[in-house]
């Protein structure tokens, strides 16, 4: 007899490989109730994009929590809220594509493209804060700063200022990134989010009296069809870029390094052929990528391979198990740097597909070219290997190695 | 592990009026890598301004043989790739290619195949016939070219041991001698495999055939690289789009992308990315074919042409009717 299946993602084996899990979820129960997270599991390739795409799921999933509170954490995070609901994530039409055209005017792949040179250098100065001889946690010495320093540079921000918005955005990830059972959670995000606010209220100010050629200074001068973005759509937008450009670059990085260090034959082959860097990045996407799953509130009662879901429901659809599903990937689970086609899902599908895809794509080459290129000997150090307890995120808190 | 290694010209023959077949032998001893029927091959070429390129060819051999056969095809408004390697693989020479990869793999187990080959996409086609031939699994080959002058590998057809199980049609033949595609499938079996390559406007008529007789998608298999497609970009034409609920007709310039000529028009779609990643334009199609340019749509949708990204995809008929 098999043991009951049971998704439940704060089992520390399940953190460290979900994988098998995910394998015998698509198998056994490819539309899973999950008692510990009270929500459906959707586990393959094809149900995955269909959560992404249809119109009978909708990805406002916080009002339909913040309307159920009744006590003071509906107080608490009003202020939240206030922006949170200006996330494009988080909006649907016509909303939705007003401000994503007026987002598409500025961060366009020509702008992205243009920014190969500064990348390189950002790479290069981290990288030359790097004593020889020692070991350094990956994550926290390159892989935390490198999509930060390039996102505040966009944005035209001093680096400077980086440590103070990262425990703000850590706040906020509190409530988003629904971790569990931390104290005082709710407060904690309303003012990582009010002081976030007012930081990119200054900056708003500041651009508006003294334009320059950075994106916060275009998206105030964007206009579309004669509308521009709001006072608080910019606040809002401002907050969200900052947080989507850097947290899940820095576990794409993370993760990718990772599965080089844990393959040494496909190093190898990167290094030996840098112009496969390509579709080992698309490949690093889909082996472990950054994006555990995306969340979304069933909006229509309908049913998915049989199951019957119903309004008000939460899902989950597991892009990292669709990532790996044997129904539309050959040798799933072998990490193959010149795989093509690579239809992976990490950036999502659909409305709400990631803005700042090109961008992500464009850091990982640069960064891991380089440590291919310059560190020969590269390779695990002694010390704990760490994923973080996210559901929706997923990355790696530690990574200690030795860059020789 | 090497990604790129030399082979050398062993046997250079003219195979058709503008195809060249190389057989590539190991330099210095060294055998080649295995390979499976379906299989390509990276090889690096030249362009027309002679900056290096790859290009993909299929392996066209038997997967036993110690050498590796690839035939090269030379299309009038080819990007350059294969007008090098006609000038410059001649006998003797040495080129560089990757190691055999496959994304059109047979399948295992006795299941009946069908393999559909139009022009150069022949070549992954002949391998899979001389596989399923060993393996005693029963195929039927069917083989579309222009004329008997341009289509490659008429003759190993016609002495393999399995000429018998293979049709070919010449657009130069009379009607009678030529199978119609939609013969293809008859008397075709539940769970028949259907293998075909070739130009896509080819691909897509068969596997909508294919469709229609009700083969299941997963059964369907198509080669997808580049190198059988006509290897230019086609220029931006204008074509029509035709408002199925109004019969309205706008006409969409070569300057401007659908999703523009509908909004002028006052008809607005749905778009985020504008940039054919996301697939929230996509518009059902009811008559007339698509040329899609998005990444969105999976192959086998693609294939189907009975939807397209309007923000970057455009139509390869003077018309489409949208189901708007």
Not at chain 1, 7 to 12: I, L
Not at chain 1, 125 to 135: F, K, M, N, Q, S
Not at chain 1, 340 to 355: A, D, E, I, M, V
Not at chain 2, 21 to 46: C, F, K, M, N, R
Request: with cysteine.
């Amino acid at each position: 007899m098999t043991t009951t299946l049971c998704y439940d993602p704060t089992d520390p084996d399940v953190r460290r490989d979900p994988f098998p899990l995910y394998q015998r979820l698509q198998d056994e129960d490819p539309v899973h109730w999950s008692e510990p997270l009270r929500s459906w599991i959707i586990t393959r390739y094809d149900d995955v994009r269909h959560v992404a795409l249809t119109p009978d799921m909708s990805s406002n999933r916080l009002q339909p929590f913040y309307d159920s509170l009744k006590d003071e954490r509906r107080d608490i995070l009003s202020g939240v809220m206030r922006y949170l609901n200006l996330w494009l994530v988080f909006r649907a039409p016509p909303e939705h594509t007003r401000v994503r055209k007026l987002l598409n005017s500025v961060f366009t792949p020509a702008l992205v493209a243009s920014m190969q040179g500064s990348i390189a250098g950002t790479v290069d100065h981290i990288l030359a804060r790097i004593e020889p001889g020692r070991p350094v946690d990956f994550m926290r010495e390159v892989a935390v700063l490198l999509p930060a320093y390039v996102i505040l540079d966009m944005l035209s921000v001093p680096r400077d200022h980086f440590p103070e918005i990262k425990k703000w955005s850590d706040d906020l990830r509190l409530f988003i990134g629904t971790a569990r059972g931390e104290q005082d959670k709710y407060t904690r995000a309303r003012d990582g989010a009010d002081r976030m606010a007012d930081y990119f209220r200054d900056v708003i100010r500041e651009r508006r009296e003294v334009p320059g050629d950075d994106v916060v200074s275009r998206m105030i001068a964007a206009s579309v069809d004669g509308h521009a973005l709001t006072e608080d759509e910019l606040v809002a937008t401002c907050m969200l870029v900052l947080f989507g450009g850097h947290e899940t670059t820095t576990n794409l990085l993370g993760s990718a390094l990772k599965a080089l260090l844990d393959h040494p034959a496909q190093r190898e082959r990167l290094s030996a052929n840098p112009a496969l860097i390509d579709t080992a990045v698309e490949e690093f996407l889909r082996f472990d990528g950054p994006s555990n799953s995306i969340a979304r509130v069933v909006a229509v009662d309908h049913e998915i391979a049989g199951r019957a879901l119903r309004k008000g429901d939460r899902v989950f659809a597991m892009i990292n198990a669709a990532n790996r599903d044997p129904r539309r990937f050959e040798r799933p689970h072998e990490l193959d740097l010149a795989r093509s086609p690579n239809r992976h899902l990490t950036f999502g599908q659909g409305l709400h597909f990631c803005l700042g895809a090109p961008l992500a794509r464009l850091e990982a080459k640069v960064c891991l070219s380089t440590l291919v290129e310059r560190y020969p000997a590269m390779r695990a150090a002694p010390g704990p290997v760490d994923w973080m307890d996210a559901l929706v995120m997923r990355g790696l808190s530690t990574l200690p190695v030795h860059l020789d | 592990m090497q990604e790129t290694f030399e082979v050398l010209v062993e046997r250079r023959m003219q195979g058709a009026a503008r195809i060249v077949t190389l057989e590539l032998a190991p330099v210095a001893g060294a055998a080649l890598p295995p390979w499976t029927a379906g299989a390509h091959i990276d090889v690096q070429s030249h362009d027309g301004a002679g900056r290096p390129v790859q290009r993909q060819y299929s392996l066209c051999g038997d997967e036993g043989d110690a050498h590796w056969c690839i035939a090269v095809l030379d299309a009038p408004g080819a990007r350059g790739g294969a007008r090098w390697l006609h000038a410059a693989a001649t006998q003797g020479r040495r080129l560089r290619v990757s190691a055999p990869r496959n994304n059109f793999r047979l399948h295992d187990g006795s299941a009946p195949a069908l393999l559909v080959a139009g022009g150069i996409g022949i070549t992954p086609i002949l391998a899979m016939a001389r596989a399923l031939h060993r393996r005693g699994v029963h195929f039927h080959l069917h083989y579309y070219a222009r004329s008997a002058a341009s289509a490659v590998f008429l003759q190993a057809l016609a002495e393999a041991p399995f000429a018998a199980q293979a049709t070919v049609s010449l657009d130069e033949a009379p009607a009678a001698e030529r199978q119609p595609i939609s013969r293809i499938f008859d008397g075709a079996v539940r769970g028949t495999q259907l293998y075909v390559c070739g130009p896509f406007g080819f691909m897509d008529a068969v596997t909508r055939e294919a469709t229609q007789r009700g083969l299941a998608p997963t059964d369907i298999h198509r080669e997808l690289f580049a190198s059988v497609e006509p290897e230019t970009v086609s220029e931006n034409r204008s074509f029509e789009l035709e408002i199925r609920s109004s019969g309205q007709v706008v006409t969409v310039g070569p300057d401007m992308t659908a999703v523009d000529a509908l909004a002028r028009a006052g008809i607005e779609v749905v778009v985020s990315c504008e940039q054919g990643l996301c697939g929230s334009c996509l518009t059902r199609v009811v008559d007339g074919l698509p040329e899609h340019r998005d990444q969105f749509l999976l192959p086998e949708e693609q294939a189907r042409n009975d939807c397209f990204t309007p923000c970057c995809s455009r139509a390869r008929t003077g018309r489409l009717v949208l189901d708007l």
